[in-house]
């Protein structure tokens, strides 16, 4: 039976660690987009209902 050397445990270690801090990130923008969203359907203001395209900008509140 052989052993995996060094070098290929430090880069499964390497791969994992990428792995895991990228589901991370996805899961965080997630969430905040989540919030967003909802701030903005809070507001009652929907894509288009305003003329001549204005742009709306949402200000997210930390909640307590």
């Known amino acids: ?28 923008s997630f969430i905040v987009k989540k919030k967003g969203l909802r701030a903005a359907g809070a507001t009652g203001i929907r894509a288009g209902s305003t003329p001549g395209g204005a742009v ?8 307590h």
């Open 56 to 63: 709306v900008t949402v200000v997210m509140v930390k909640s």
């Open 1 to 28: 039976m052989q052993f995996p050397d060094q070098e290929s445990l430090s880069d499964r270690n390497k791969g994992l660690v990428l792995a895991v801090s990228s589901s991370i990130f996805i899961g965080a």
